[in-house]
């Protein structure tokens, strides 16, 4: 099972909004509306944001939204605070009935 | 409070053996699924193995196949992870994750360290 696609980094100002996306196939991202997030910190395990495509995780801010099209689903971030810089990761369930991960984004706020 | 704390991580030499401990604490652990997840150093995450709640299926990623063997133990609260023929691929942080129906992790472990070096 190949990983999801993901930018290497993407990067905004505080106050701007930024879009991360997660490109797979149509054996996990295209089929199924099972695809989450994971924002982690440097030296942190990975903290869940999003579920479901666009459900937030408890206590996530609502300034993070899912979304999906197709075979790509897309993290958004909205007035860009500098503690959302971190590492971003998407998962999806596969047709091999288990879960794929993206290579990761790293969201710098400048 | 949920809690997971991985535990046995350690330096070991290429070939040798290595079993992980993943302790979880405040909620019915027999209830959930749980995974082995993994990140090499400076890498993404990497799936490493599934188990079923009542432990009678498991599921390993290919690169991990043959070699390394999940396993629970409802009594103890407590998920392992066996790992055997271990290579410097394997290296990294090992994460255990509490799996939600809907395939998402909503509760992660800290990590344990495993460095596979002679």
């Known amino acids: 099972q190949s990983a999801l696609t993901q930018p290497p980094s993407v990067s905004g100002s505080p106050g701007q909004s930024v879009t991360i996306s997660c490109t797979g196939t149509?054996?996990?991202?295209?089929?199924?509306?099972?695809v989450s997030w994971y924002q982690q910190a440097p030296g942190t395990a990975p903290k869940l944001m999003i579920y479901?495509?666009?459900n937030r995780a408890s206590g996530v801010p609502d300034r993070f939204s899912g979304s999906k099209s197709g075979n790509t689903a897309s993290l958004s971030i909205s007035g860009l605070q500098a503690e959302d810089e971190a590492d971003y990761y998407c998962?999806?369930?596969?047709?091999?009935?288990?879960?794929?991960f993206g290579g990761g984004t790293k969201l710098t706020v400048l | 409070e949920v809690q997971l704390v991985e535990s046995g991580g350690d330096l070991v030499q290429p070939g040798g053996s290595l079993r992980l401990s993943c302790a979880a604490s405040?909620?019915?652990?027999?209830?959930?699924?749980m995974y082995w997840v993994r990140q090499a150093p400076g890498k993404g995450l990497e799936y490493v193995s599934t188990?079923?709640?009542?432990?009678?299926?498991?599921y390993y990623g290919n690169s991990v196949k043959g070699r390394f063997t999940i396993s629970r133990d409802n009594s103890k609260n407590t998920l392992y992870l066996q790992m055997g023929s271990l290579r410097a691929e394997d290296m990294g942080v090992y994460y255990c994750?509490?799996?939600?129906?809907?395939?998402?992790?909503?509760?992660w472990g800290q990590g344990t360290l495993v460095t596979v070096s002679s």
């Open positions: 994750a509490r799996l939600r129906g809907t395939w998402y992790f909503d509760y």
């Open positions: 405040g909620f019915t652990f027999s209830s959930y699924a």
């Open positions: 188990i079923s709640s009542n432990g009678d299926k498991t």
């Open positions: 149509s054996s996990d991202v295209g089929t199924y509306n099972r």
């Open positions: 479901e495509v666009s």
């Open positions: 998962s999806s369930y596969t047709t091999s009935g288990t879960v794929v």
